[in-house]
């Protein structure tokens, strides 16, 4: 059971995740809600890595194991962040889980034949990036971007494999 969940349970997830991340910068969602949120995806991805990590060693799904490893930081970072108010910290945690999923989308477009979800989710998430990065009033459409690129990605994913 532990392992169909950790194969299915990111296609729900990923845009889960980008919605909540999304009513924040709306303000409709707490920041609490977000910290509760940062120590949950810190406990699934320590979980996600433990348990994948022999299944995770070859090939293409190495490179979402580092994924997760550096995402686990990461999101530990953002915990980091709201516990001593480091807005920086928050930052780097954001940016993060921006920019590694869409790296991986690309790394995984290059690697497989049929590579349309992959590296168009990975283009459009790190243009979501860069639209967040540039443009302040348009943070909520580069959110947008970024997860529906990865959203594509990881259901192709999911329903592929």
């Known amino acids: 059971m532990l392992r169909r969940f950790r194969e299915t349970a990111p296609a729900a997830l990923v845009p889960f995740a980008w919605t909540v991340v999304v009513a924040a910068h709306l303000d409709t969602v707490s920041s609490h809600a977000i910290f509760v949120a940062h120590v949950v995806m810190s406990l699934l991805l320590a979980t996600f890595a433990v348990t994948g990590w022999r299944d995770m060693s070859d090939g293409v799904l190495r490179v979402w194991r580092t994924t997760v490893v550096v995402g ?11 516990v001593v108010d480091a807005d920086p ?57 970024v997860g529906v690129g990865q959203t594509a990605g990881i259901v192709d994913a999911v329903v592929r494999y």
Do not use: Q
């Open 72 to 82: 686990f930081g990461a999101t530990a970072l953002g915990v980091v962040g709201f």
């Open 89 to 145: 910290l928050l930052s780097v945690s954001l940016y993060a889980w921006m920019a590694l999923p869409a790296l991986g989308l690309l790394y995984t477009g290059r690697a497989v034949g049929d590579s349309a979800p992959y590296l168009g989710g990975g283009v459009a998430a790190l243009l979501g990036v860069g639209v967040y990065a540039a443009a302040p009033s348009l943070a909520v459409a580069g959110l947008g971007l």
